[in-house]
């Protein structure tokens, strides 16, 4: 159903900023879905500490793309 959807794209939404927050630590204070994650100042390791929580949480990227992100956004 459509809230089924809807409620498991948030759900979705919520754990990447869960991910980023844990990573990303008091610069995520002010994290929202169109953060740009290059702006954060972020080193090239937490970067990929983020990718890999997404990963190992998905296991896949294809729930990014469900999620409505792009590559330049959490």
């Given at each position: 159903s459509d809230q089924r959807e809807a409620s498991a794209r948030q759900a979705t939404k919520d754990r990447v900023l869960e991910i980023v927050r844990g990573v990303a630590k008091v610069r995520a204070k002010s994290l929202t879905l169109d953060t740009d994650i290059a702006g954060m100042g972020l080193d090239s390791l937490e970067r990929m500490e983020?990718?890999?929580?997404?990963?190992?949480?998905?296991?896949?990227?294809?729930?990014?793309?469900?999620?409505?992100?792009?590559?330049s956004t959490v």
């Open positions: 983020i990718v890999a929580g997404r990963l190992a949480t998905f296991k896949s990227s294809c729930c990014f793309a469900a999620a409505g992100e792009d590559r």
